[in-house]
Protein backbone atom coordinates (compact mmCIF):
# COMPACT_ATOMS: atom_id res chain seq x y z
CA UNK A 1 0.00 0.00 0.00
CA UNK A 2 1.43 3.23 -0.86
CA UNK A 3 0.13 6.84 0.63
CA UNK A 4 0.96 10.54 -0.99
CA UNK A 5 4.25 10.78 0.58
CA UNK A 6 5.51 14.46 2.48
CA UNK A 7 9.03 14.68 0.65
CA UNK A 8 12.07 14.41 3.56
CA UNK A 9 10.40 13.34 5.87
CA UNK A 10 11.03 9.69 8.01
CA UNK A 11 9.32 6.78 6.59
CA UNK A 12 7.67 4.22 8.97
CA UNK A 13 7.40 1.02 7.80
CA UNK A 14 4.33 -0.69 9.24
CA UNK A 15 4.21 -4.31 9.27
CA UNK A 16 1.22 -5.68 10.44
CA UNK A 17 -1.38 -7.93 9.24
CA UNK A 18 -4.59 -6.35 10.95
CA UNK A 19 -5.80 -3.71 8.86
CA UNK A 20 -7.60 -1.88 12.06
CA UNK A 21 -4.35 -1.12 13.18
CA UNK A 22 -2.68 -0.02 10.44
CA UNK A 23 -5.23 2.50 9.74
CA UNK A 24 -5.09 3.49 13.04
CA UNK A 25 -1.44 4.28 12.92
CA UNK A 26 -1.20 5.58 9.81
CA UNK A 27 -3.51 8.10 10.46
CA UNK A 28 -1.77 9.37 12.87
CA UNK A 29 1.67 9.11 11.67
CA UNK A 30 1.27 10.97 8.29
CA UNK A 31 -1.06 13.60 10.40
CA UNK A 32 2.07 14.05 12.22
CA UNK A 33 3.60 14.33 8.48
CA UNK A 34 5.71 10.90 8.54
CA UNK A 35 5.77 8.62 5.16
CA UNK A 36 4.29 5.48 6.07
CA UNK A 37 4.43 2.52 4.18
CA UNK A 38 2.12 -0.50 5.02
CA UNK A 39 3.10 -4.20 4.50
CA UNK A 40 0.65 -6.46 5.54
CA UNK A 41 3.01 -10.06 5.80
CA UNK A 42 6.54 -10.68 6.16
CA UNK A 43 7.74 -11.59 2.35
CA UNK A 44 5.82 -8.18 1.14
CA UNK A 45 7.97 -6.32 3.65
CA UNK A 46 11.59 -7.72 2.82
CA UNK A 47 10.64 -6.77 -0.81
CA UNK A 48 9.90 -2.93 0.61
CA UNK A 49 13.26 -3.07 2.58
CA UNK A 50 14.81 -3.69 -0.56
CA UNK A 51 13.31 -0.90 -2.40
CA UNK A 52 13.53 1.75 0.23
CA UNK A 53 14.89 1.42 3.37
CA UNK A 54 12.67 3.36 5.97
CA UNK A 55 13.78 5.09 9.22
CA UNK A 56 12.02 3.20 11.52
CA UNK A 57 9.83 -0.19 11.48
CA UNK A 58 6.62 -1.09 13.81
CA UNK A 59 6.16 -4.55 13.10
CA UNK A 60 3.14 -7.07 14.61
CA UNK A 61 4.53 -10.01 16.04
CA UNK A 62 1.05 -12.48 15.62
CA UNK A 63 1.34 -12.56 11.45
CA UNK A 64 0.68 -15.74 9.38
CA UNK A 65 3.38 -16.96 7.30
CA UNK A 66 6.22 -15.21 8.91
CA UNK A 67 5.64 -13.59 12.60
CA UNK A 68 7.62 -10.44 13.93
CA UNK A 69 10.16 -12.46 15.45
CA UNK A 70 11.69 -14.03 12.07
CA UNK A 71 11.16 -10.72 10.51
CA UNK A 72 13.11 -8.95 13.24
CA UNK A 73 15.82 -11.98 13.32
CA UNK A 74 16.01 -11.45 9.30
CA UNK A 75 16.44 -7.57 9.22
CA UNK A 76 18.82 -7.65 12.26
CA UNK A 77 21.00 -10.09 10.96
CA UNK A 78 21.64 -8.04 7.49
CA UNK A 79 23.75 -5.53 7.91
CA UNK A 80 22.30 -3.32 5.33
CA UNK A 81 19.22 -2.94 7.71
CA UNK A 82 20.67 -4.24 11.40
CA UNK A 83 20.86 -0.49 12.61
CA UNK A 84 16.97 0.20 11.89
CA UNK A 85 14.84 0.93 15.16
CA UNK A 86 11.99 -1.74 15.57
CA UNK A 87 9.35 -1.16 17.82
CA UNK A 88 7.20 -4.05 18.55
CA UNK A 89 3.17 -4.00 18.46
CA UNK A 90 2.04 -6.07 21.26
CA UNK A 91 -0.36 -6.22 23.95
CA UNK A 92 0.44 -4.87 27.21
CA UNK A 93 0.07 -8.68 29.20
CA UNK A 94 2.41 -10.66 26.40
CA UNK A 95 5.62 -10.22 28.93
CA UNK A 96 7.25 -13.30 27.25
CA UNK A 97 6.65 -11.57 23.61
CA UNK A 98 8.22 -8.48 24.79
CA UNK A 99 10.91 -9.75 26.45
CA UNK A 100 11.42 -11.68 23.10
CA UNK A 101 11.50 -8.97 20.94
CA UNK A 102 14.21 -6.98 23.25
CA UNK A 103 16.79 -10.31 22.92
CA UNK A 104 16.10 -10.13 19.40
CA UNK A 105 17.28 -6.79 19.05
CA UNK A 106 14.24 -4.63 18.73
CA UNK A 107 14.33 -1.20 20.29
CA UNK A 108 11.06 -0.26 21.93
CA UNK A 109 7.60 -1.98 22.05
CA UNK A 110 4.27 -0.25 22.10
CA UNK A 111 1.32 -1.64 23.16
CA UNK A 112 -2.00 -2.51 21.39
CA UNK A 113 -4.90 -1.10 20.96
CA UNK A 114 -2.45 2.17 20.29
CA UNK A 115 -2.51 5.05 22.79
CA UNK A 116 -1.23 7.24 19.75
CA UNK A 117 0.07 10.23 21.78
CA UNK A 118 2.17 7.18 23.54
CA UNK A 119 3.02 5.70 19.62
CA UNK A 120 3.82 9.30 17.96
CA UNK A 121 6.25 9.88 21.42
CA UNK A 122 8.31 6.56 20.94
CA UNK A 123 8.64 6.75 17.10
CA UNK A 124 10.06 10.57 17.69
CA UNK A 125 12.51 9.25 20.37
CA UNK A 126 13.71 6.78 18.01
CA UNK A 127 13.93 8.38 14.95
CA UNK A 128 15.96 11.45 16.64
CA UNK A 129 17.94 8.35 18.02
CA UNK A 130 18.68 6.86 14.70
CA UNK A 131 19.70 10.38 13.54
CA UNK A 132 22.64 11.49 16.62
CA UNK A 133 23.84 7.70 15.68
CA UNK A 134 24.15 8.82 12.00
CA UNK A 135 25.43 11.68 12.83
CA UNK A 136 27.92 10.19 15.11
CA UNK A 137 28.73 8.06 12.36
CA UNK A 138 29.44 10.60 9.74
CA UNK A 139 31.75 12.20 12.21
CA UNK A 140 33.68 9.69 13.30
CA UNK A 141 34.09 8.49 9.25
CA UNK A 142 35.46 12.75 8.30
CA UNK A 143 37.85 12.15 11.55
CA UNK A 144 38.90 9.11 9.59
CA UNK A 145 39.57 10.41 6.81
CA UNK A 146 40.88 13.59 8.51
CA UNK A 147 43.59 11.23 10.26
CA UNK A 148 44.50 9.67 6.55
CA UNK A 149 45.10 12.98 5.18
CA UNK A 150 47.40 13.82 7.65
CA UNK A 151 49.44 10.82 8.26
CA UNK A 152 50.14 10.61 4.35
CA UNK A 153 50.42 14.00 3.89
CA UNK A 154 53.20 14.08 6.32
CA UNK A 155 55.00 10.53 5.24
CA UNK A 156 56.38 12.13 2.19
CA UNK A 157 58.73 15.25 3.91
CA UNK A 158 59.42 12.68 6.68
CA UNK A 159 60.94 10.25 3.90
CA UNK A 160 62.54 13.18 2.55
CA UNK A 161 64.11 14.03 6.07
CA UNK A 162 65.31 10.21 6.89
CA UNK A 163 66.89 10.19 3.45
CA UNK A 164 68.82 13.77 3.70
CA UNK A 165 69.96 12.51 7.14
CA UNK A 166 71.18 9.06 5.49
CA UNK A 167 73.06 11.42 2.62
CA UNK A 168 74.35 13.72 5.66
CA UNK A 169 75.67 10.70 7.57
CA UNK A 170 76.91 8.91 4.70
CA UNK A 171 78.81 12.16 3.30
CA UNK A 172 80.03 14.62 6.21
CA UNK A 173 80.19 12.11 8.81
CA UNK A 174 83.76 12.00 8.46
CA UNK A 175 84.01 15.85 8.90
CA UNK A 176 82.11 15.50 12.12
CA UNK A 177 83.06 14.77 15.71
CA UNK A 178 81.61 11.82 17.57
CA UNK A 179 79.01 14.15 19.01
CA UNK A 180 77.75 15.09 15.97
CA UNK A 181 78.17 11.94 14.38
CA UNK A 182 75.35 10.66 17.25
CA UNK A 183 72.96 13.46 16.98
CA UNK A 184 72.50 12.51 13.30
CA UNK A 185 72.20 8.88 14.27
CA UNK A 186 69.82 10.25 16.93
CA UNK A 187 68.13 12.21 14.22
CA UNK A 188 67.70 9.17 12.08
CA UNK A 189 65.92 6.79 14.37
CA UNK A 190 63.88 9.49 15.00
CA UNK A 191 62.70 9.97 12.30
CA UNK A 192 61.97 6.09 11.08
CA UNK A 193 59.94 6.25 14.78
CA UNK A 194 57.99 8.90 13.26
CA UNK A 195 57.54 7.37 9.66
CA UNK A 196 56.17 3.96 11.56
CA UNK A 197 53.84 5.87 13.80
CA UNK A 198 52.87 7.33 10.68
CA UNK A 199 52.34 3.56 8.67
CA UNK A 200 50.37 2.20 11.79
CA UNK A 201 48.50 5.53 11.23
CA UNK A 202 47.72 4.64 7.45
CA UNK A 203 47.14 1.14 8.45
CA UNK A 204 44.22 1.93 11.00
CA UNK A 205 42.12 4.24 8.55
CA UNK A 206 42.84 1.63 5.83
CA UNK A 207 40.81 -0.41 8.14
CA UNK A 208 37.71 1.56 8.45
CA UNK A 209 37.90 1.99 4.93
CA UNK A 210 38.82 -0.72 2.90
CA UNK A 211 36.02 -2.75 1.39
CA UNK A 212 36.36 -6.41 2.54
CA UNK A 213 36.48 -9.36 0.55
CA UNK A 214 35.31 -12.56 2.85
CA UNK A 215 36.82 -15.96 1.67
CA UNK A 216 37.44 -19.34 3.72
CA UNK A 217 40.43 -18.46 6.10
CA UNK A 218 42.72 -21.33 7.71
CA UNK A 219 43.59 -19.80 11.01
CA UNK A 220 46.47 -22.26 11.51
CA UNK A 221 48.09 -21.49 8.35
CA UNK A 222 47.75 -17.96 8.91
CA UNK A 223 49.10 -17.56 12.08
CA UNK A 224 52.30 -20.39 11.26
CA UNK A 225 53.02 -18.41 8.14
CA UNK A 226 52.95 -14.90 9.61
CA UNK A 227 55.35 -15.93 12.91
CA UNK A 228 57.77 -17.50 10.77
CA UNK A 229 57.67 -14.21 8.88
CA UNK A 230 58.38 -12.15 12.37
CA UNK A 231 60.59 -14.68 13.66
CA UNK A 232 63.22 -14.34 10.72
CA UNK A 233 63.18 -10.78 11.87
CA UNK A 234 65.25 -12.14 15.31
CA UNK A 235 66.60 -15.71 14.48
CA UNK A 236 68.62 -15.78 17.76
CA UNK A 237 66.06 -16.12 20.61
CA UNK A 238 64.62 -19.19 21.97
CA UNK A 239 61.23 -19.29 21.35
CA UNK A 240 58.90 -22.03 21.74
CA UNK A 241 55.81 -21.55 19.78
CA UNK A 242 52.76 -23.83 19.87
CA UNK A 243 49.74 -23.64 17.70
CA UNK A 244 46.33 -25.91 18.85
CA UNK A 245 43.99 -27.08 16.06
CA UNK A 246 42.60 -23.40 14.99
CA UNK A 247 39.12 -23.19 13.08
CA UNK A 248 38.80 -21.91 9.51
CA UNK A 249 36.48 -18.91 8.72
CA UNK A 250 35.17 -16.35 6.67
CA UNK A 251 37.41 -13.43 6.78
CA UNK A 252 38.91 -10.53 5.00
CA UNK A 253 42.67 -11.72 4.30
CA UNK A 254 43.89 -8.86 4.39
CA UNK A 255 42.60 -7.91 7.45
CA UNK A 256 43.14 -11.17 9.26
CA UNK A 257 47.02 -10.89 8.60
CA UNK A 258 47.19 -7.61 9.76
CA UNK A 259 45.39 -8.93 12.97
CA UNK A 260 47.51 -11.96 12.76
CA UNK A 261 50.89 -9.45 12.49
CA UNK A 262 50.09 -6.97 15.22
CA UNK A 263 49.37 -9.97 17.83
CA UNK A 264 52.22 -11.55 17.56
CA UNK A 265 54.22 -8.87 17.13
CA UNK A 266 53.36 -7.80 20.69
CA UNK A 267 53.85 -11.17 21.62
CA UNK A 268 57.57 -11.52 20.78
CA UNK A 269 58.11 -7.94 21.48
CA UNK A 270 56.77 -8.15 25.30
CA UNK A 271 58.71 -11.75 26.04
CA UNK A 272 61.62 -10.06 24.55
CA UNK A 273 63.54 -10.36 27.85
CA UNK A 274 63.09 -13.98 28.60
CA UNK A 275 65.70 -16.19 28.63
CA UNK A 276 62.98 -18.80 26.79
CA UNK A 277 59.96 -17.07 25.43
CA UNK A 278 56.74 -19.41 25.11
CA UNK A 279 53.76 -18.08 23.17
CA UNK A 280 50.67 -20.34 22.86
CA UNK A 281 47.79 -19.86 20.19
CA UNK A 282 44.94 -21.86 21.05
CA UNK A 283 40.91 -22.17 20.59
CA UNK A 284 38.16 -22.80 21.93
CA UNK A 285 34.14 -22.27 20.82
CA UNK A 286 30.65 -21.40 22.41
CA UNK A 287 26.76 -21.76 20.88
CA UNK A 288 28.09 -19.07 19.22
CA UNK A 289 31.57 -18.00 18.73
CA UNK A 290 34.98 -18.91 18.25
CA UNK A 291 37.30 -17.81 20.56
CA UNK A 292 41.32 -17.49 19.88
CA UNK A 293 43.64 -17.07 22.77
CA UNK A 294 47.58 -15.98 22.39
CA UNK A 295 49.32 -16.74 25.16
CA UNK A 296 52.52 -15.01 26.23
CA UNK A 297 55.25 -15.34 29.25
CA UNK A 298 56.33 -12.17 28.99
CA UNK A 299 56.17 -8.60 30.60
CA UNK A 300 52.83 -9.22 31.45
CA UNK A 301 50.42 -5.86 32.20
CA UNK A 302 48.40 -4.42 35.22
CA UNK A 303 45.09 -5.45 34.62
CA UNK A 304 44.06 -2.14 36.20
CA UNK A 305 44.53 -0.61 32.73
CA UNK A 306 43.86 -3.62 30.83
CA UNK A 307 40.65 -1.10 29.27
CA UNK A 308 43.15 1.36 28.03
CA UNK A 309 45.08 -0.70 26.14
CA UNK A 310 42.69 -0.56 22.64
CA UNK A 311 43.22 3.07 22.35
CA UNK A 312 45.00 4.87 20.19
CA UNK A 313 48.26 5.51 21.40
CA UNK A 314 48.01 3.95 24.66
CA UNK A 315 50.49 2.24 26.12
CA UNK A 316 51.63 0.55 29.39
CA UNK A 317 55.00 0.26 28.48
CA UNK A 318 57.71 2.86 28.24
CA UNK A 319 59.48 3.72 25.06
CA UNK A 320 62.94 3.27 25.72
CA UNK A 321 62.03 -0.52 27.10
CA UNK A 322 59.80 -1.61 24.50
CA UNK A 323 59.55 0.66 21.79
CA UNK A 324 56.02 1.35 19.71
CA UNK A 325 53.17 3.44 18.61
CA UNK A 326 50.43 2.27 20.61
CA UNK A 327 48.04 1.83 17.60
CA UNK A 328 48.54 -1.71 16.91
CA UNK A 329 46.00 -2.85 19.40
CA UNK A 330 43.58 -0.12 17.96
CA UNK A 331 44.31 -1.90 14.30
CA UNK A 332 43.38 -4.95 15.89
CA UNK A 333 39.83 -3.67 17.54
CA UNK A 334 38.72 -2.14 13.87
CA UNK A 335 39.76 -5.15 12.90
CA UNK A 336 37.48 -7.51 14.91
CA UNK A 337 34.74 -4.86 14.61
CA UNK A 338 34.26 -5.58 10.75
CA UNK A 339 34.39 -8.72 11.27
CA UNK A 340 31.60 -8.40 13.81
CA UNK A 341 33.81 -9.69 16.45
CA UNK A 342 35.54 -8.55 20.03
CA UNK A 343 38.87 -8.26 21.52
CA UNK A 344 40.08 -8.19 24.89
CA UNK A 345 43.66 -9.19 26.90
CA UNK A 346 43.87 -10.60 30.41
CA UNK A 347 47.26 -10.34 31.74
CA UNK A 348 49.56 -9.51 35.17
CA UNK A 349 52.77 -7.78 35.70
CA UNK A 350 55.83 -9.83 34.64
CA UNK A 351 53.51 -13.15 34.51
CA UNK A 352 52.92 -12.72 30.61
CA UNK A 353 49.69 -11.62 28.87
CA UNK A 354 47.03 -13.20 26.67
CA UNK A 355 45.42 -11.58 24.02
CA UNK A 356 41.48 -12.95 23.23
CA UNK A 357 39.82 -12.28 20.24
CA UNK A 358 35.88 -13.85 18.80
CA UNK A 359 34.47 -13.70 15.83
CA UNK A 360 31.24 -15.43 15.17
CA UNK A 361 30.39 -19.11 14.73
CA UNK A 362 27.76 -18.44 11.86
CA UNK A 363 31.11 -17.22 9.89
CA UNK A 364 31.84 -20.87 9.55
CA UNK A 365 32.04 -22.74 6.43
N1 LIG B 1 51.62 -9.28 24.72
C1 LIG B 1 51.64 -8.17 25.49
N2 LIG B 1 52.22 -8.21 26.72
C2 LIG B 1 52.26 -7.11 27.51
N3 LIG B 1 51.72 -5.93 27.16
C3 LIG B 1 51.13 -5.84 25.97
C4 LIG B 1 51.04 -6.95 25.07
N4 LIG B 1 50.40 -6.55 23.96
C5 LIG B 1 50.09 -5.25 24.16
N5 LIG B 1 50.54 -4.80 25.36
C6 LIG B 1 50.38 -3.46 25.94
O1 LIG B 1 49.41 -2.77 25.18
C7 LIG B 1 49.96 -1.55 24.68
C8 LIG B 1 49.33 -1.23 23.34
O2 LIG B 1 49.71 -2.20 22.38
P1 LIG B 1 49.82 -1.77 20.86
O3 LIG B 1 48.61 -0.97 20.52
O4 LIG B 1 50.14 -2.96 20.04
O5 LIG B 1 51.01 -0.72 20.82
P2 LIG B 1 52.59 -0.92 20.81
O6 LIG B 1 52.89 -2.37 20.68
O7 LIG B 1 53.02 -0.13 19.66
O8 LIG B 1 53.01 -0.33 22.12
C9 LIG B 1 51.43 -1.80 24.61
O9 LIG B 1 52.16 -0.58 24.68
C10 LIG B 1 51.67 -2.66 25.84
O10 LIG B 1 51.77 -1.84 26.98
MG1 LIG C 1 51.98 -3.46 18.99
Redesign the pocket.
Known amino acids: MEFNQPANQPTILIIDDTPEHIETAVVVLRANNFNVRVATKGSIALKLLEQHIPDLILLDIYMPEMDGFEICQLIKSDPKFSSLPIIFLTSLTDEASISKGFTLGAQDYVAKPFNTSELLARVDTHIKLKKQAESLQHANKELDSFCYSVAHDLKSPLLSINKLTEYLAADYAANMDAEGRELISNIREKSQEVVQIID?LLDLSRMSEIKMSLTAINLNRLFAETYTELVALEPRRDIEFTLAPLPTLQGDVLMLKLLVQ??L???L???RHQAKATINVTATQTDTEHIVA?Q?N????DMRYAAR??N?F????ANNE???????????QKILKRHQGTAW?T?KVNE????YFSLKRDDLT
Not at 323 to 332: D, M, Q, R
Request: hydrophobic share 45%.
Open positions: HNIANAKYTVDGVGFLFIQRLHFEGSGVGLAICMGGATF
